[in-house]
């Protein structure tokens, strides 16, 4: 089976870079010496990278057609080679689920979902083309524990830990492998996303849980209000390296402590128990 030749041929394609998680991992793997094909929604974020010399290309996961476009111009540049791919892109709708609109979820799931399976799917032909790749997901610690009030980010992690399961069962004996990232506080603009989605979809007045909404609408205004246990993103980059250059890179990659304490709890305890404890968190 085909492996990875050269330094020339570790090339990865990873999708919201514009901040965050994102552009950490792509500005790390490029001082790694890795060939970074960093995306982005907005024109304007390209001149970061390009200042620094990494290939920024136009991505919108709503959009097929830049999706497409984004894949075929990655080939272009390497001879139709791609070593890894890293959806990232992604973005919190908070909301109890009897407010959440068909719109705003579909919306969720456009973005985090749908475009992240559309461009997995256009990559997989070629890594099994060429033998080798890696697909790293960004999942979350709420791909496995649900909390109030983030039902449409919870269930479109839920489906990208679905979706990652099975494509690992399917592309088995491939040499690509698949593996899910799965952090919890990381410092990024997931909270200020978060709100602009919040204020956008969903009417605190005609809601059942204004009380809760006032409260959250407050957090989300609070100036330098970090969540316990809060990391910077290079404790994702770390995982990132890991599931790119081990030889058996590992299934699951969990992310600060919440993430650790919740996948043992679920483990040891009654679903009842577990769900006493993130009625309390959430």
Same mark, same amino acid.
């Given at each position: ?9 570790? =090339? ?11 552009? &950490? ?30 290939? &920024? %290309? %136009? ?6 057609? +830049? ?14 080679? %791609? ?9 919190? #709708?908070?909301? !109890? &689920? ?8 579909? #919306? ?11 461009? =997995? ?23 496995? !524990? ?32 698949? +593996? %899910?990232?799965? *952090?919890? *506080? ?12 919040? #204020? ?6 005609? +809601? ?14 609070? +100036? ?59």
């Amino acid at each position: 089976m085909a492996k990875l030749a050269n330094s020339d041929n570790k =090339t990865i394609l990873i999708t919201g870079s514009s901040t965050g998680i994102g552009k &950490c991992v792509a500005q790390g793997l490029h001082q790694r010496g890795y060939r970074v094909f960093a995306t982005v929604r907005n024109p304007s974020d390209r001149a970061t990278f390009e200042a620094a010399r990494i290939e &920024c %290309l %136009l991505l919108d996961y709503c959009d097929s057609a +830049s999706i497409k476009l984004a894949v075929e111009q990655v080939l272009d540049k390497t001879d139709g080679h %791609l070593y890894a791919l890293f959806n990232n892109g992604a973005y919190g #709708q908070p909301g !109890a &689920c009897e407010d959440l609109s068909r719109e705003a979820i579909r #919306q969720q799931f456009e973005t985090n979902v749908f475009g992240w399976m559309e461009l =997995t799917n256009l990559v997989i032909p070629v890594m099994r083309e060429q033998g080798y790749g890696r697909i790293i997901q960004n999942s979350s610690i709420l791909g496995f !524990a649900a909390m109030s009030m983030r039902g449409a980010y919870n269930a479109s992690k839920f489906a990208i830990e679905g979706f990652s399961d099975t494509m690992r069962l399917e592309l088995a004996g491939t040499g690509i492998h698949v +593996s %899910l990232i799965e *952090p919890g *506080p990381i410092e990024s603009e997931f909270r200020s996303n978060a709100y602009q989605a919040f #204020q956008q979809h969903i009417v605190i007045d005609n +809601s059942v849980h204004r009380e809760r909404y006032q409260k959250m609408t407050e957090r989300f205004e609070a +100036s330098g209000n970090v969540q316990p246990f809060t990391l910077p993103p290079e404790a994702v980059l770390k995982r990132v390296v890991h599931a790119l250059e081990s030889k058996r890179p590992k299934i699951r990659y969990p992310v600060t402590f919440p993430t650790y304490l919740f996948a043992w709890l679920k483990r040891v305890l009654s679903d009842r128990m577990v769900d006493r404890i993130l009625g309390r968190v959430g």
